[in-house]
């Protein structure tokens, strides 16, 4: 059986009308019976015999196949004992690791104080396939405990694992650090995934500078087309949301809004009308050009006082990561448009009011 290639090579990808040439997949013919072509019986009696390997007609006894594969499990089951049926031997396989060795040669160290264990280890590690293997399992490995670190499921994990691979199959990344690649590919599978981090946030989990995990990713996404593709299946059309002039297709600041208001335990309704100003701040170009994270940060620091709940900057600014004055300055431009922001239903109801916004100290807005 195979399977579609996960993140295609743009190169590669059949162009002309899209979805129209899918790529053929081919699995096994079910139509395809065994009978013994002497009886033509269309219910055959085939008995496989393991002890000699071959695949008998139980009726006449003709050989229709030798070096038949013994599929029976290696040792006597106790399944009444333990109630499962260990037949199967080994881990399941693992689709990320497809190609690779995935069984082990282990040397042993006893040898008799010949020396000799040590020698064929040497020689082991030193052959290169060992050494591809061995990379890609511990970048793996990294993205793993990174993954880990700051909680993405393991979905996330496994698309950046798949995207990592891809990668490094194609090497359109030849000469970068395999640490930069990581870093890149967490990065677009939190995108992929719709759980999107920051560069910085990257940045802080993999130590790896900005500038480089950019470049890397302007490789990787031209190189994929990862742009153009909604983000694994699901219709583009359904998030109303999307601004139509494509303003943002990656990381947008209502999709950061949710994260950092968890963070700073604020209610549910107040991330809603966070998200209604955010929303309302690109209609009318209101800070527009400025990056999602600092939009994101203004707009909680602009909601949170409007709304009358206390939040410090310098809260708000540690768990977006944004400067403060960056924040200061979102917020003043917010402020100056403030009627455009808000919907007039909030001040009808007493939820929001304009007196609460304070003025707040900082460099001026050029
Ligand atoms: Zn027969």
Not at 167 to 192: N, Y
């Amino acid at each position: 059986m195979s399977f579609a290639q996960a993140f295609p090579l743009v190169s590669q990808l059949p162009n002309g009308a899209s979805g129209a040439s899918k790529q053929q997949n081919f699995g096994p013919d079910l139509s395809v019976r065994l009978i013994c072509p002497d009886c033509r019986d269309p219910n055959p009696k085939i008995v496989e015999e393991f002890g000699s390997g071959d695949l008998v007609c139980g009726d006449c006894g003709l050989v229709l196949g030798d070096r038949i594969v013994d599929t029976r499990s290696e040792w006597r089951t106790f399944a009444n004992d333990d109630g499962d049926d260990p037949s199967r031997v080994g881990a399941a396989s693992n689709p990320l690791l497809d190609g690779l060795d995935q069984l082990d040669t282990m040397i042993s160290f006893k040898d008799g104080g010949s020396g000799m264990a040590r020698e064929l280890q040497r020689t082991a590690s030193k052959s290169t396939a060992a050494k591809t293997e061995r990379n890609l399992l511990s970048a793996f490995r990294d993205i793993g405990n990174m993954c880990d670190s700051i909680n993405l499921p393991k979905a996330i994990a496994d698309i950046a694992k798949q995207l990592y691979k891809r990668t490094d199959e194609e090497k359109i990344l030849r000469g970068k650090s395999t640490d930069a690649i990581v870093a890149c590919c967490i990065f677009i599978a939190c995108r992929q995934g719709n759980v999107p981090r920051s560069f910085k946030e990257i940045c802080q989990l993999t130590r790896v500078p900005k500038k480089i995990i950019g470049q890397c990713f302007k490789v990787i996404e031209q190189a994929f087309n990862l742009t153009a593709r909604p983000t694994n299946g699901q219709a583009t059309n359904g998030g109303s949301a999307q601004p139509a002039g494509g303003a943002s297709t990656g990381t947008s600041a209502e999709d950061l809004l949710a994260r950092y208001c968890n963070y700073l335990d604020l209610h549910p309704t107040v991330q809603s009308v966070c998200r209604d100003v955010v929303l309302n701040a690109r209609e009318h170009s209101i800070a527009q050009g400025r990056s999602p994270v600092s939009i994101a940060g203004g707009a909680i620091l602009f909601t949170t006082q409007l709304l009358g709940k206390n939040k410090q900057v310098k809260d708000i600014s540690q768990v977006a990561g944004v400067s403060e004055s960056t924040i200061k300055l979102v917020y003043r431009l917010f402020c100056a448009a403030k009627e455009q922001l808000v919907n007039p239903e909030w001040l009808e109801s007493g939820k929001a009011d304009f007196s609460r916004l304070s003025a707040v100290d900082g460099p001026k807005v050029a």
